[in-house]
């Protein structure tokens, strides 16, 4: 069979698949927490591998009929071990079909890129800055009309989404401030006038949201964090409810053409990261918790972002549309700047460094990692947690507050 290499979707059978595991199954009736802990784990049907091995080769071998029994022809069109890794997120995320980058951000190029000169895409006033950097400084001048809203602004939401816009992009939690966005609300508003929503799910992964069920059209991951989630491996994904939408066939193109494809060792141990994610997750949101409870009630904290708060603005979307609040939280240090330095200055344990979703906790001023026009506030301090034991992530916190 030769696959085309658009149009190829993932719920085609690469070259070995038992028929009958149940991680095949177009729809699972499993949690995805099981589907996760199985990750890429399907079998060899001769050597009966239990995990899989990577596949290297950037070229496959034709029959002499001129056919590819083994269903591939070059690496950067497909590649059986990135064909793993996108069968097994489609089927985790609910999704028809999946097609992964070398990074979040080349996986949000290829969605910009799949839409057309003069469309118009509307982004949130938040998006991650890397994402509103390459819609304003490449895509704008590439013919994009490209609007900010702040959809949690019904009025401006409504006035934003006009008839006419190609697409609606939504992050949630939103970065740095952890915003919440009703997903099924602004979904539901565009689809009324033929908009399309692609949901930048990052910060959740599939365990925590689910954007498809929401009635949003695509998702984005940057796989770079919770996904792989051991801050060493770059990758990203869009995924479709529908594999022959024709947008996503666009980005199928775009990703096998412009070539900004994951490769196969990031995608192998990607899949070695996700068999974990339901445990790092768990354990990443429960002491996400108890940090944020703990900066709440610290006199040198003027504010703490975090949906899991009862008084967050977030809190009640999030508690309708989250599984569990995430590992992310923000917190504006009192006297300004200088202040917020000082403590990313005085942290032990906290690692003081960009990126978020890994197993070590990284703290991080915003506003200088983002250059101006940062929309981040100059005492904002960004936490992501890890795995570590909470109360030692709460010590340093406050040893660093107090010094
Ligand atoms: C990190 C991130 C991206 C970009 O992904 P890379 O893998 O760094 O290219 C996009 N969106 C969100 C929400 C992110 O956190």
């Known amino acids: 069979m030769i696959r085309a290499a658009a149009g190829r979707d993932n719920r085609d059978t690469g070259p070995y698949l038992s028929e009958n595991r149940f991680l095949m199954a177009p729809k699972s009736d499993l949690h995805p927490d099981t589907l996760v802990a199985h990750a890429g784990c399907e079998p060899h049907p001769v050597s009966r591998d239990v995990t899989p091995s ?7 071998e034709r029959d002499a009929d001129g056919t590819f029994p083994g269903g591939h022809i070059y ?21 028809g079909a999946c097609a992964a980058f070398s990074s979040g ?22 998006a991650y800055y890397g994402v509103t950097r390459i819609a304003r400084d490449l895509m704008e001048p590439w013919g994009l009309h490209i609007e900010e809203v702040d959809f949690s602004d019904p009025t401006a939401a409504d006035l934003a989404l006009a008839p006419g816009t190609a697409l609606a992009w939504i992050e949630t939690p939103s970065n740095p401030l952890v915003r919440i966005t009703d997903i099924a609300t602004v979904a539901a508003l565009a689809r009324e006038r033929g908009i399309l929503t692609v949901v930048d799910s990052t910060w959740t992964t599939p365990l925590l949201q689910r954007p498809l069920d929401l009635g949003a059209d695509l998702v984005l991951h940057s796989v770079t964090k919770y996904l792989a989630g051991h801050s060493d491996v770059l990758g990203g994904a869009v995924l479709s409810r529908d594999p022959e939408l024709p947008l996503f066939m666009r980005i199928r193109t775009v990703q096998a053409q412009m070539g900004a494809v994951m490769d196969p060792f990031s995608a192998w141990l990607t899949l070695r990261g ?22 709440a009630t610290h006199e040198r904290v003027e504010r703490v972002h975090f949906p899991g708060l009862a008084d967050d603005p977030g809190h009640a979307i ?13 917190f504006r240090v009192a006297g300004g700047r200088d202040e917020a330095l000082r403590v990313q200055a005085a942290v032990r344990v906290f690692r003081r460094a960009t ?10 001023h915003r506003a200088s990692v983002e250059a ?25 916190l406050a040893a660093a507050l107090d010094a």
């Open 318 to 330: 999030a508690t309708r549309q989250m599984k569990k609040y995430g590992g992310m939280l923000s």
């Open 75 to 95: 690496s950067r069109t497909s590649n059986p071990t990135r064909d793993l890794f996108e069968r097994t997120l489609a089927r985790i995320e609910g999704a």
């Open 274 to 295: 996700m068999r974990s994610l339901g445990a790092r997750l768990d354990r990443q949101c429960a002491t996400a918790v108890r940090v944020a409870a703990f900066l």
């Open 105 to 126: 951000m080349a996986a949000a190029a290829a969605v910009m890129q799949s839409l057309r000169p003069g469309d118009r895409l509307v982004m949130p006033t938040d």
């Open 372 to 396: 101006p026009p940062s929309r981040a506030p100059e005492n904002l301090l960004r936490v992501s947690i890890g795995l570590e034991h909470a109360e030692d992530l709460v010590a340093d």
């Open 54 to 60: 990577i596949h290297f080769a950037t070229t496959f």
């Open 355 to 364: 990126s978020l979703g890994g197993t070590e906790s990284l703290i991080e």
